[in-house]
């Protein structure tokens, strides 16, 4: 049995999904040297709210120092983008033996073969939910998504998510305007865009109240 329900890290949402923990769904299969990462093969990007986030307190400033001397770590003009390990060498040898899965939605096959450098294998993501992106905080593979069984319960959380995805790409706009009318870019200025956003308030989201929904079976070992 598993459970989806929203989860909150200090009013920061998350879409939880508990069969992550014994995740069989296509996603989920690592075919680099990182094995039981779960989906974890994204290359995280942090956007302003994310960095406002974590400007805003000692443990925040520790994960951005943590991120910033990250050698995948790579400063763009309106995010912060941190890369993991890519198995080109694997990726080669599989595509030439034909043993890439091809479930006929994923389009980009590379994600077998790559790692973020935040997952631990068997344990999940490192970072504190609060300070992860809301790309991390609301995937849930489509193997879930779609699950037959509970598509009705599962329709007000798509909803709730595509709302706040809407809200948070407000907010970032936002944020970004304030940066440039300071003549700032994340890619030239981390430092002072880290003092102009720990001095501006957050605007936070009222979430709506889900049920918590119970399904028969996990595809879910991600984050
Ligand atoms: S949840 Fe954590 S480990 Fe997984 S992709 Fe996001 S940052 Fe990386
Ligand atoms: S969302 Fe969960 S179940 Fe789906 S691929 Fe990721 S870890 Fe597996």
């Known amino acids: ?84 390990c890519y198995d080109a060498l694997m990726y080669a040898k599989a595509q030439k033996e034909g043993t890439i899965p091809d479930d006929g ?6 994600i077998f073969f790559r790692t973020c450098p935040f997952v631990r294998p068997g344990l999940g993501c490192t970072l504190p939910v609060r300070y992860r992106t809301y790309v991390c905080n609301f995937f849930v593979c489509r193997e879930v998504l779609e699950n037959p069984a509970v598509q009705q319960q599962i329709t007000p959380y798509l909803q709730v998510r595509a709302n706040y995805v809407r809200f948070l790409q407000w907010e970032n706009n936002q944020l970004l305007q ?3 009318d300071n003549g700032l870019t994340i890619r030239n200025h981390i430092g002072k865009v880290i003092e102009l956003l720990a001095g501006l308030p957050i605007n936070q989201y009222e979430f709506p109240m889900l049920e918590p929904i119970e399904m028969a079976d996990g595809h879910g070992k991600g984050a």
């Open 1 to 84: 049995m598993a459970f989806m329900f929203m989860h909150f890290d200090q009013a920061v949402p998350q879409l939880a999904y508990t069969g992550c923990a014994w995740c069989s769904s296509t996603m989920g299969i690592s075919l680099c040297q990182t094995v039981n990462r779960g989906c974890c093969s994204y290359f995280p990007k942090f956007y302003p709210v994310e960095l406002q986030r974590m400007s805003q307190s000692p443990e925040g400033l520790c994960v951005l120092n943590s991120i910033l001397s990250h050698p995948g770590t790579e400063l763009m003009d309106d995010h912060i983008l941190v890369r993991g």
């Open 105 to 110: 939605y994923i389009q980009d096959s590379t």
């Open 178 to 180: 304030v940066i440039s």
